[in-house]
């Protein structure tokens, strides 16, 4: 793997440490980062929102891991890896949603085999490749400096597609995400919605491999929405919320790991985590103050 040393964008932004930040935003680089933050915590927000309130968080880690097999295949036949992945999540969500509902296996031994399938194809496509596999490390801990203007126009693709499908079903994915028994019974296709909720969630996982990569992805899926959810359990207001959350981790995060000289990936988690603590204080201390009142 080639050293971050020989990447242009690294001797770039070493070489405009100690310039005003208002400066670095005139580089290429930086405002694809920003870009591609502000359209990644749009679909973090709306998907994210989902996964959270019907706790669908594990299938979620299941589809990012399995675009490690994306990823590989890209390598492999000589594709964009971002496309190759594009196509294994989709894959992955419908063969999980499927084979949990189908059949007997439980649904933690579906995720579970899926997962490590997706992984291994992974390996075994990228050892297949000849030569090096650059970026490799990018794909799998996320590097927000290092996303090209390529990828910024299929992720703007991915958030209109999402939107898209959100606007169209929200009422039925709203009944879906709080009584499927329910839903069922007034005549709404609960197994189609739920698959095409899974292949919003593989869409919004795309959008972040670049971002933080496969192995973080899961948490900008749940901290953003999760943050939003100590504060108001409208469904609406919490994908807004959410969305609000996510840009200011992801900004922060950037420009954290851009002044320090850290992981932008890993560095962007760390805050969502540490955002994510304070709000639960936050909440805990509303919720007292709340309880003192009533109780006077």
């Known amino acids: 793997m080639p050293d971050t040393d020989d990447c242009p964008w690294h001797h770039t932004a070493q070489g405009i440490k100690g310039t005003l930040n208002v400066e670095v935003l005139q580089y290429e680089f930086m405002q694809n980062a920003i870009i591609a933050g ?4 749009i679909a973090c927000g709306i998907v994210g929102t989902y996964v959270v309130v019907k706790k669908i968080i594990f299938i979620s880690g299941g589809i990012a891991h399995a675009s490690f097999g994306g990823i590989g295949l890209g390598y492999f036949i000589g594709i964009n890896p971002i496309m190759g992945a594009l196509f294994f999540t989709l894959a992955s969500a419908l063969g999980m949603g499927y084979v949990t509902r189908r059949t007997r296996l439980p649904e933690d031994t579906v995720i579970g085999v899926l997962w490590a399938t997706g992984m291994a194809l992974g390996i075994i496509f990228i050892g297949l490749s000849p030569g090096y596999a650059p970026d490799l490390f990018s794909y799998l801990f996320g590097n927000i400096l290092t996303v090209p203007s390529s990828d910024l126009i299929l992720m703007l693709i991915l958030d209109a597609a999402i939107i898209g499908v959100v606007i169209a079903f929200y009422k039925e ?7 499927e028994e329910y ?5 709404i296709p609960v197994e189609t919605l739920y698959l095409l ?3 919003t969630i593989a ?20 901290i953003p ?4 959810r100590q504060f108001t359990h409208d469904l609406r207001k919490t994908m807004i919320l959410a969305i609000l959350f996510g840009i200011v981790i992801n900004f922060g995060g950037l420009w954290i790991s851009y002044s320090l000289d850290l992981a932008s990936g890993a560095t962007i988690v760390l805050l969502g985590g540490v955002a994510l603590s304070v ?13 003192h009142i009533i109780s006077k």
């Open 279 to 291: 709000t639960l204080l936050v909440s805990k201390i509303r919720r007292q103050r709340h309880n």
């Open 203 to 222: 869409l919004t996982v795309v959008m972040l491999l670049r971002i933080v990569g496969m192995i973080l992805i899961i948490a900008l899926l749940t």
């Open 225 to 228: 929405a999760a943050m939003a």
């Open 38 to 41: 502000l359209l990644a915590s």
């Open 197 to 199: 909720l899974l292949c």
């Open 183 to 187: 839903s069922t019974v007034v005549g």
């Open 173 to 179: 994915f709203l009944s879906i995400s709080f009584d």
